[in-house]
T-cell receptor, first 112, second 116 residues
């Protein structure tokens, strides 16, 4: 969706290194959702951010929503092979009912 | 409690055939969503239901696609006739919606469709 842009599209990282994935919305968000998808499987919910400046963590994954509620970054510290997969951000907008629109995803590969 | 259940997991069919994908949402969830995932277009929302009523079907690509939700525990997505460009992974998801919860979606494992 052009409303929601993710970058980079793909990422290859050496095991143990840190990495950041970005998600930018063209409109103010009601909520921003991060999901992880292992190749060939369904999507697993990681976390949801709603308040400007909010930051949440899930194991070694941290996500933050900026103050203007239009951009989120997901940061992985000391990456591991288990972190490999596709990371998708999803956006819910104010007064846009309950649908969630997703970005195209970031494919993360971890090199041993 | 069981998660969202989709069937079939894999379907291979020939162009022109009818395809029916099925979904059982999580009990108590009043929202159901159908998404399609391809490499080129990512994860696209096709249609979603609230309390079995279609709310937004603007993502349905064309008249060959139809979706129904006859009751709270079952939904179908039908493609008739199917075309090779319909090849994708189709996901069903359910949720409690934003008013009563965070609006988090719970996804099924997906149905991988290949149209030859």
């Amino acid at each position: 969706s052009q409303e929601l842009e993710q970058s980079p599209q793909s990422l290859i990282v050496q095991e143990g290194k840190n990495l950041t994935i970005n998600c930018t919305s063209s409109k103010t968000l009601y909520g921003l959702y991060w999901y992880k998808q292992k190749y060939g499987e369904g999507l697993i919910f990681l976390m949801m951010l709603q308040k400007g400046g909010e930051e949440k963590s899930h194991e070694k994954i941290t996500a933050k929503l900026d103050e203007k509620k239009q951009q989120s970054s997901l940061h992985i510290t000391a990456s591991q092979p288990s972190h490999a997969g596709i990371y998708l951000c999803g956006a819910a907008y104010i007064n846009r009912d309950d649908k969630i629109i997703f970005g195209k995803g970031t494919r993360l590969h971890i090199l041993p | 409690d069981a998660g969202v259940i989709q069937s079939p997991r894999h379907e291979v069919t020939e162009m022109g055939q009818e395809v029916t994908l099925r979904c059982k949402p999580i009990s108590g969830h009043d929202y159901l969503f159908w998404y399609r995932q391809t490499m080129m277009r990512g994860l696209e929302l096709l249609i979603y239901f609230n309390n079995n009523v279609p709310i937004d079907d603007s993502g349905m690509p064309e008249d060959r696609f139809s979706a129904k939700m006859p009751n709270a525990s079952f939904s179908t997505l039908k493609i008739q006739p199917s075309e090779p460009r319909d090849s994708a992974v189709y996901f069903c998801a359910s949720s409690l919606g934003k008013e009563t919860n965070t609006g988090e979606l719970f996804f099924g494992e997906g149905s991988r469709l290949t149209v030859l």
